[in-house]
């Protein structure tokens, strides 16, 4: 990655905790689970005070196919649905020259966390109800999925490419498939 896109990184990506250094036992805590829409829950009830949902998030992992919460003490898994997050909004990013770097999209999810779409966050395709739609990966094993506004305001600035029949968008000097 280099230096310029890693200052735009720094300025959009929230941190999150160093889960992969914690190696803690599992946890009795009880049933949590994040529904397709990005909605957590606990024991059933839905967790409503988004600080409590953006602090699960932020210890939240993807190891060997499973989704967890890892704390340095204690692990807890977590049944997803579909996608853990949901990409509900994007903008242009404005300072993205400040950095050196080609225009980029910036992502909304639905705890209000911003993602650059780029080499380290990239677009990529995936099943969801049985369609090929967009993702956008993100660190420590997880994913959003792209929602259907947002694709198909994503569908009017992106270039078709008749070679492959194929809807491309463009971001941080990358070119992602988008259908």
């Not at 720094?10 to 914690?22: D, F, G, K, L, N």
């Not at 005070?49 to 210890?59: C, D, E, I, M, N």
């Not at 967890?68 to 996608?83: G, H, I, N, W």
């Not at 956008?136 to 009017?156: S, T």
């Amino acid at each position: 990655m280099t230096s310029k896109l890693a200052q735009l990184l720094a300025h959009y990506v929230s941190s999150h905790s160093p889960t992969e250094r914690w190696q803690a036992g599992e946890c009795g805590v009880g049933d949590f689970s994040i529904d397709t829409s990005g909605r957590w829950y606990h024991q059933g009830d839905e967790i409503k005070r988004l600080a409590l949902v953006k602090l699960f998030a932020s210890v939240l992992c993807r190891e060997d196919g499973a989704y967890r919460l890892k704390t340095p003490s204690e692990t807890c898994l977590v049944s997803v649905d579909a996608s853990p997050f949901v990409i509900v909004a994007w903008h242009e990013c404005q300072i993205a020259a400040q950095y050196g770097v080609a225009p980029t999209i910036i992502c909304e999810d639905n705890l209000g966390r911003f993602w650059p779409i780029c080499e380290t966050f990239p677009l990529y395709l995936d099943d969801y109800k049985g369609q090929q739609i967009p993702h956008l990966k993100l660190n420590y094993g997880l994913h959003a999925r792209i929602d259907r506004n947002v694709f198909y305001q994503w569908i009017e600035i992106a270039e078709l490419s008749e070679q492959h029949d194929m809807m491309l968008l463009r971001s941080a000097g990358k070119t992602f498939e988008l259908s």
